[in-house]
């Protein structure tokens, strides 16, 4: 078989190196790809969002299942657009995508399946949405623990957490007025901030049956101590001990369940990733946001632990026939993710530095350096991206898989490089 992956992060290179592994596949492409895909896959010189492209080519390449990594093509509607054409693709439909291509419509979804979420407002206009909160919290520097909400897509970057009143204020100026998420800020959802620490779960579904997979910790602002602006994510560990086996039962029965069979009711029934992003609160977990595919970076340390064949997987999920997988099997080791980024992300940054070390970095034992932002230039990697790679580790336990990463992270060297240097703390403190 053939396989053509979507996508060019860590992700997709996590993705490619998995489904390689099959030995029902014979060769993999990934387009547009990185330099890490190069190593094991025919990169394709494709954009995402080229639909038509995307099509010609898995028809003349005899591609028997494409599987979609990044949600911008999601959102966009690839899986309808290949579909049509009678082709197998791995993803949700347009429609169904809009789970996560929609804070309103994921939000709305939430409250009518009666999962639990935080309360929220949502805003089409700016003005109301300031004047709502000046009349809730009056004075300029009162506390107003609220989180403002880009609706649409943003690169994981459209939330906004605020403690004090003026600072939800900013943020409503920075997303409608200022439009520093384009479009995505056509309409505005604030709600209430939950405390509690965080939790990932991820599941694939085929609209009927749930595989769930071990829960994953994400650490989304940028520097150490969840301190800076929020990114795409700088590091991932499976599993987190804030799941045991009891919380998972319940977030399979009061959160995962419910929400497939609302899709299904909603006649926007969801085949395809389903990542819950969760607070653990006092009062129970609650959904922060939904995923409509492999997070990144949680794919790297949960596809580093996954025995198996993937690709089994993913085309029952699309022959609505997962029913007939008998589980899923992962090594019990669990395994640390350590996003190294370029200078000024998640700001502005440059390209094009050469990076070094990596060899060095792969020859460890239990170690793989996934790319993410990098392409090759005259035989050299070089930086392509914000986040640069993605170094993975996994170990007897959080800390020898901790080490094991960062042990890793010391042999890699460019111009800027840096990464958080307590990915995993929470679970080893």
């Known amino acids: 078989m053939h396989v053509l992956i979507v996508g060019n992060g860590g992700r997709e290179h996590a993705l490619a190196w998995k489904i390689a592994q099959s030995p029902r596949v014979e060769r993999v492409y990934v387009a547009p790809g990185n330099a890490g895909t190069a190593q ?38 690839i899986v309808d657009a290949f579909q049509a054409a009678k082709l197998r693709i791995f993803g949700p439909s347009k429609a169904a995508a809009q789970l996560e291509g929609s804070k309103v419509f994921c939000k709305n979804l939430l409250r009518s399946a009666d999962v639990p979420t935080a309360d929220y407002h949502v805003f089409n206009d700016p003005i109301e949405a300031m004047g709502f909160v000046n009349e809730r919290y009056g004075e300029e520097d009162e506390l107003a623990p609220l989180v403002v909400k880009a609706d649409g897509l943003a690169a994981g970057k459209g939330v906004i ?16 007025f200022h439009r520093e998420f384009g479009d995505a800020g056509d309409q505005i959802v604030i709600e209430e901030r939950l405390e ?7 599941a694939i579904t085929d609209g009927r049956t749930i595989l769930t997979l071990p829960a994953a910790q994400d650490h989304k602002p940028a520097y150490d101590l969840d301190r800076g602006p929020n990114t795409g994510g700088m590091g991932a560990y499976s599993p987190t001990p804030v799941v045991d086996d009891q ?7 009061h959160v995962l369940v419910p929400t497939v069979h609302a899709m299904k009711r909603g006649r926007t029934p969801f085949r395809g990733v389903l990542y819950a992003g969760l607070m653990l609160t006092r009062q129970g977990p609650r959904v922060l946001e939904y995923n409509v595919r492999f997070g990144d ?57 050469p990076i070094r070390g990596l060899d ?31 170094v993975t580790a996994m170990g007897d336990s959080i800390a020898q898989a901790k080490l094991q990463a960062y042990t890793a992270v010391k042999c890699i060297r460019w111009s800027g490089a840096w990464c958080r240097k307590d990915i995993a703390d929470k679970a080893i403190g």
Not at 162 to 175: M, N, P, S, T
Not at 247 to 253: A, F, G, L, T, V
């Open 40 to 77: 094991l896959a025919v990169n394709v010189n494709l954009s995402p969002m080229d639909f038509t492209g995307l099509i010609d080519f898995a028809r003349k390449n005899h591609i028997g299942l494409t599987v979609v990594g990044p949600e911008a093509p999601l959102a966009a509607g």
């Open 161 to 176: 957490v605020c403690q004090r009143r003026d600072e939800v204020l900013e943020a409503i100026d920075r997303i409608a």
């Open 196 to 202: 509690g620490p965080e939790a990932s779960v991820l």
């Open 247 to 253: 919380r998972m039962r319940w977030i399979e029965e």
């Open 297 to 353: 970076p949680e794919c790297q340390p949960i596809l580093m632990r996954l025995q198996g064949d993937l690709v089994d997987v993913l085309e029952a999920t699309v022959d609505g026939r997962l029913d007939e997988i008998d589980g899923l099997h992962w090594d019990p080791r669990p395994a640390v993710c350590v996003v190294m980024a370029s200078e000024g992300y998640p700001g502005d940054y440059d390209k094009g530095h």
């Open 360 to 390: 060095q970095a792969a020859e460890l034992p239990d170690v793989k350096v996934f790319h993410a932002g990098t392409r090759m230039d005259n035989g050299q990697v070089v930086t392509d991206g914000g986040r640069v790679l993605g």
